[in-house]
């Protein structure tokens, strides 16, 4: 009998880590994600909606709705749980937009995979905005703020490029 290498047998014990899904290690300060990133694209009459991020990384710039996807959870399910919790709108019906996997998306050392979805329906939620947003606002696809953060900016330009060649 072949015993198994030792990486697979921790990783075949460990599937999620040691470090419980959904919590932060004592040790390191990781947060035990799925290492992707769902972000709502929010388009209406040539507007933008972006929040003003409160905590690092990137305190102070404007970036897309988003956030990492929770264990058992899928990609659209993801993106339309961040517009909901850090916009208070409801989205539906989200439409592939984009995948964003640059090396240097993150400005922290990290190399999250960023997954974009259209969403062109919503309606206005009662929530509230989360401590990690400190604001959240329509912006002019034409008159984007100065700091965007990560690689937002890219984002919403491929969007117009694309409409513009419809």
């Not at 035990?32 to 102070?60: F, T, W, Y």
Request: hydrophobic share 35%.
């Amino acid at each position: 009998m072949v015993e198994q290498n030792l990486p697979n047998k921790i990783w075949l014990e460990n599937p999620t880590g040691k470090i419980p899904k959904g919590t932060v290690c004592d040790c390191c300060g990781r947060y035990n994600s799925r290492n992707s990133v769902g972000h709502a694209l929010v388009i209406q009459k040539n507007k933008v909606l972006m929040v003003l991020r409160a905590h690092d990384p990137m305190s102070g710039f404007w970036g897309l709705p988003g956030g990492y996807i929770d264990w058992d959870e899928t990609l659209e399910e993801c993106a339309l749980r961040e517009l909901q919790e850090k916009t208070g709108y409801i989205g539906k019906n989200p439409v592939l937009f984009g995948i964003y996997s640059g090396s240097k998306r993150d400005q922290d050392g990290r190399q999250n995979v960023g997954i974009v979805y259209l969403v062109d329906q919503f309606s206005a939620d009662t929530a509230t905005t989360p401590e990690e947003i400190l604001d959240v606002t329509w912006f002019d696809l034409d008159k984007l703020p100065e700091k965007i953060a990560f690689d937002h900016r890219q984002i919403i330009e491929d969007y117009k490029r694309k409409i513009n060649k419809k």
